[in-house]
């Protein structure tokens, strides 16, 4: 089979595998769609800890399959099944996993991180993943398309429940990729009015295309516009979905009283620590929250709304490849060409 493999910093090559064997307490799938993300990206330029030349790592995070072969131990799992998967795998036994937490465990691994993922075309998904709820059947009305890309929405949505939105409040999210896109239809879905933010304007273009509901603003004055768009109160929301400390730290002076920011995406080590004003959260009683990955349960809230038709997951694919073009999709991501690009087996 053709498997997506990192070697190390700059080095991915599509190569001819063998199809993983599985033993009676595991699965395989055929992999159906399998997207690329930020991390796969990062992961790509960057190079990651215990991959090398010896120990290469088939990428691949946000995926879906459908069942060709199911151990003899395994119960409810059947052949010809359509199956969403869920990538954040934890020991079971910790205090987070026990709370439904596995994605903040300390021993998780998750495929396409730490194991092999779905950059191939097919996936072994161990005991663990099998047997606590990392697969979801999918419900009616999702394809294997969108199945795969509940992976990103669903991070989202672990930022989003922190927000605590309500109908008719002003929510900005700064950072136009595909996560800032997921937070929109998420905020939208929730009846809050969005405002996206980007340097790129192109990027911005493309979200106000797909989800004509949304407001954009490209330029110097943001403060100024979001006053205007707001009736001068200020944001209820603010979302940062991209990796800049300034950004981080514009948010605050933009919030309305009660305000609630996340802040989604990380900021790289070396630009730490983030300077803020934190008289701004004392005296307009601010909560700022941070959130990480996503939980199964988030996860599998997110088929829902796409089997309900609560939200057009779909629309933020602007780019499809089969296998053999992945190193071009690689690139095309790679330069924030479109919003979200896909492998279709
Ligand atoms: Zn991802
Ligand atoms: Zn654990």
């Known amino acids: 089979m053709l498997s997506l493999k990192l070697f190390g910093a700059n080095d991915i090559r599509l190569i001819e595998t063998a199809i993983p064997k599985i033993n009676d307490d595991e699965l395989l799938l055929k992999t159906?769609?399998?997207?690329?993300?930020?991390?796969?990206?990062?992961?790509?330029?960057?190079?990651?800890?215990?991959?090398?030349?010896?120990n290469p790592l088939t990428l691949g995070h946000e995926f879906s399959g459908t069942i060709v072969e199911v151990g003899k131990n395994v119960s409810f799992y059947k052949e010809g099944m359509q199956v969403a998967v869920q990538p954040n795998i934890g020991c079971g036994i910790c205090d987070r996993c026990v709370a439904g937490n596995f994605h903040l465990c300390d021993d998780y691994r998750a495929f396409g991180i730490n194991i092999d993922g779905a950059f191939a075309e097919y996936i072994r998904i161990p005991a663990e993943a099998v047997q606590r709820g990392n697969l979801a059947v999918l419900p009616k009305g999702v394809s294997p398309e969108e199945a795969a890309l509940t992976e990103p929405v669903s991070c989202a949505y672990n930022g989003f429940s922190k927000c605590f939105v309500k109908p008719g409040e002003y929510a900005l999210v700064v950072g136009a990729g595909p996560i800032g896109y997921s937070h929109a239809m998420l905020l939208h879905m929730a009846g809050a009015s969005v405002l996206m933010n980007d340097l790129s304007r192109e990027r911005l273009e493309l979200c106000k295309k797909f989800m004509p509901f949304i407001e954009t603003y490209h330029g110097n004055d943001l403060e100024g516009f979001v006053?205007?768009?707001?009736?001068?109160?200020?944001?209820?929301?603010?979302?940062?979905?991209?990796?800049?400390?300034?950004?981080?730290?514009?948010?605050?002076?933009?919030?309305?009283?009660?305000?609630?920011?996340?802040?989604?995406?990380?900021?790289?080590?070396?630009?730490?620590?983030?300077?803020?004003?934190?008289?701004?959260?004392?005296?307009?009683?601010?909560?700022?929250?941070?959130?990480?990955?996503?939980?199964?349960?988030?996860?599998?809230?997110?088929?829902?709304?796409v089997s309900q038709g609560l939200i057009d997951i779909k629309s933020m694919v602007t780019d499809r490849y089969e296998i053999n073009d992945i190193i071009t999709a690689f690139e095309n991501a790679g330069q924030a060409k479109g919003i979200k690009h896909v492998i279709t087996f």
């Not at 159906?32 to 090398?52: E, H, P």
């Not at 981080?248 to 730490?272: E, H, K, T, W």
């Open 32 to 54: 159906d769609v399998a997207a690329i993300c930020g991390t796969d990206i990062r992961m790509w330029k960057n190079g990651y800890k215990g991959v090398d030349n010896n």
């Open 227 to 305: 006053k205007e768009w707001t009736n001068g109160k200020g944001l209820d929301i603010a979302i940062t979905a991209c990796p800049v400390p300034e950004v981080q730290a514009a948010m605050l002076p933009l919030m309305d009283y009660g305000g609630r920011v996340n802040f989604f995406g990380g900021i790289p080590a070396s630009l730490q620590p983030v300077a803020l004003d934190t008289n701004i959260v004392h005296y307009r009683e601010l909560y700022l929250t941070g959130s990480t990955r996503s939980s199964i349960a988030h996860s599998r809230k997110i088929l829902e709304f």
